[in-house]
């Protein structure tokens, strides 16, 4: 199967999005000196081939108290990563899950208010979960760049209480 790739020209009008998903398809295309319909049939091809999503994002910088945790992940075994990262990234209030060299396996992000919480998400959510051998936590506790185009992190309030 071929990889999908993205132009120079697609990377432009995803640059035309990036730090606002509304802006105009017309406007995009006058700064790039294209016509609308093809900023148009761009952006609608990109998200048919999966190479792109348009989405909302919680603004981190404006929430009450945030804490970005960062949850390291050693597996029990190797053969156990790979259904462990799926089954972190169905918990709806982690926004990243990758699987990683060096220490540890996996390295979830969540957000959180407190460390009460985090603690009790950590017991309650993945702590359990079949094959994870321990977990360690970073916080991040200063927020110098989040670039909104690398990932979508869900706060715990915006949660429906749904497990």
């Not at 994002?57 to 929430?63: E, K, Q, S």
């Not at 970005?68 to 075994?77: D, F, P, S």
């Not at 156990?80 to 396996?105: H, N, S, W, Y």
Request: charged content about 25%; aromatic content about 4%.
């Amino acid at each position: 199967m071929q990889k999908k790739q993205l132009d120079e020209l697609d990377l432009k009008i995803l640059d035309g999005l990036a730090h606002d998903a509304r802006t105009s398809n017309r406007k995009i295309a006058a700064e790039l000196g294209i016509t609308e319909g093809t900023v148009r049939s761009r952006i609608k091809r990109m998200e048919a081939e999966g190479l792109v999503r348009i989405t909302a994002m919680t603004n981190i910088a404006r929430l009450r108290n945030p804490i970005l945790a960062y949850i390291w992940v050693e597996v029990e075994r190797s053969a156990q990563c790979d259904e462990l990262a799926k089954q972190l990234a169905a918990v709806p209030e982690i926004g990243f899950v990758g699987k990683m060299l060096g220490r540890f396996d996996l390295l979830a992000i969540t957000l959180v208010q407190n460390h009460a919480e985090l603690a009790a998400f950590l017991h309650r959510r993945i702590s359990g979960l079949p094959g994870v051998l321990r977990t360690e936590c970073s916080l991040g506790v200063n927020f110098v760049k989040h670039d909104y185009r690398m990932s979508r992190i869900v706060g715990p309030e915006l949660d429906n209480g749904s497990e």
